[in-house]
């Protein structure tokens, strides 16, 4: 039995592509990327919440425990602090010298030392601090008979975040981020291998056979599904490893709040791909030569370059209009639905837009393309092409 | 049979084909021969349908061509076009599916094409590092992938060595059923004369000559090479009203017949002298050649 022409092409697309260590050697190197995202951001992470409180007493310790939940109660909900027993003060000082503890709880005298090596992080100062201070209260209320809890009556501070999310803001403004990197990225590689392997088939002059074979609009569709699915395939890969990754680094809560912002992602990334793929296979069939492609790919990589600036570096009003525009949609909107609530409706202007501009490319793009496939002696520009007739 | 009527295509201002007519009779090899430009490229890229004529049509058994039917037509276009990357016999697979062939079904025809030109052992091999005369060889095979209604092979042999030539033609005889129409372009009029049954000879985009080509040479009166018995005089057939000496020295001669069959002629002159040699002369395609584009 037969095989649609277009799943042919499609399918050699694919395999020749699956074969190439070139492109290869990119996926390996984006998936590394990610991984190495994530391995950098929880050593520097790893510092902030996780301490090593050398002690050398028995009350040293009590105190450098009961910091751990001071520093929880006060902002860094991840907090953990590992006490460190040594046997006199030289040797819990060696251990913060060492690197082995960030601090020495140590007492002097009337009360208590810390003991940094260049500097105390003053998260964990105010704490053991805080916790030292309840302590010796304690010990000197019990002393004086005094009711300390009814001394303390009253002086409790809580905190209340209005926007519980702002915590991870760093966070999801990095993934709003990847989103647009990500997508520049992919649909400019992929976009720029359509061009070249169009303008292949013609400098080989295998055009010539296929199209005495088959249709040109086949081709061009073999060709535009390929790539899609080998695009779409790259970026699942690095969403998938950056989940993991997530899931990893005990962000979670972070994962829960970008959910909806990945499968909208995801979508866009399929639509924008498809709306440029048939104006790359353009950029192809203008040229004549390989060389050629520099000149015939610029308004492909303008139509990416723009939005990716405006994605990065405009006001936030500006994106929530650019968010709605095709091309620009996938790399703003996903982000912003990572960021913060989006209304539906500007998700749905966003899609349906980038519907109508895919059918729109996909039309003139196959026009021009079956215009000046077959065409050679030299580049031919898209005013040009737009004026040829077959 | 595969025509083409009133073929005509311009570039602006320029034409490069005026109103090219013939026919491509099945089971029959039509050379396709003309100066470089001479439109013989442009032709056969019209007839594949990759091409568009200004005006004129292509038919296929005296009805225009479909569209089914041109992608029926086996086609190896001058400039050669394969995937240099591509290993040898899934690339020709890759045609042959095209086409419509299963993925079974064009492996086993890629390997089977492949085995007659001999290049069994390099199938697996990417096809840039086969050497120029075998990539050619593989660009036949591709044309014959899908055993084909009719094959269109412009310049098939060029840079090919005679054995290479050889190889190749008898995979053509052998592949191209009789009712198949050829239609091949070259420089080669040797090459043509051994191969061809039709000629279609075009110059600056019109066609000057066009038939079998024992019906080409033979267009003027018959010629034929006289020589008598030592000692004799060939001048002296100057005086038989039959014949025109075109040439004569000792006892041989160079005759043009100007009436009645050559054993006729043939009696007369024995009449005057004994005859040792009587013989037509066929005149080689390249003179054809030169007198029409001339």
Redesign the interface.
Known sequence: MSTAVWRIVAEREVSTRLRDKTFLGATAMSVLFVLGFFVITSILGSGSDEFDVAAASQDEERIARSAEQVLRASGVPDAEITVRRADSTGAAEALVRDGDADVALLAAGDGYTLVGDDDVDPALGAALTSAVAEDVLQTNADVQGVDLEALAQGSEVDQRLLDPNAVDSDARSGVAFAFALVFFMTALGFGMTIAQSVAREKESRVVEILAAAVPIRALLWGKIIGNTLLALGQVLLMVVVGLVGLAFTGRRELLTGIGWAVVAYIAFFVLGFLALAALWSVAGALASRQEDLQSTTLPGQMILLIPYFVSVLASEKVQTVVSMLPIASTMVMPGRMAKGDVPWWQVGVGIALTVLAAVVFVRIGSRLYERTLLRTGGRIGYREAFRLTA | MLSVHDLTRAYGDATVLDGVSFDVRPGRVTGFVGANGAGKTTTM?IV?????ATRGEVTWDGAPITVEQ??R?G?M?E????????RVREQLA??G???????EEAEQRAHELLARLGLEEREHDVLETLSLGNQQRVQIA?ALMHRPDALVLDEPFSGLDPIAVDSMVSLLRDEVSAQVPVLFSSHQLELVENLCDDLVILSRGRVVAAGAVEDLRRREADRFRVVLAQGSDAGTLRDLPELTVLDAAGPEALVELREGPPEKVLEIIQRTAPVAEFARVVRPLAQVYREVVR
């Open positions: 890229r594949v349908g990759v091409l568009a041109r992608r037509i086609y276009p400039e050669r076009g394969l995937y240099p990357k591509m890759f045609f599916r095209l086409h419509g062939q299963s993925r591709a």
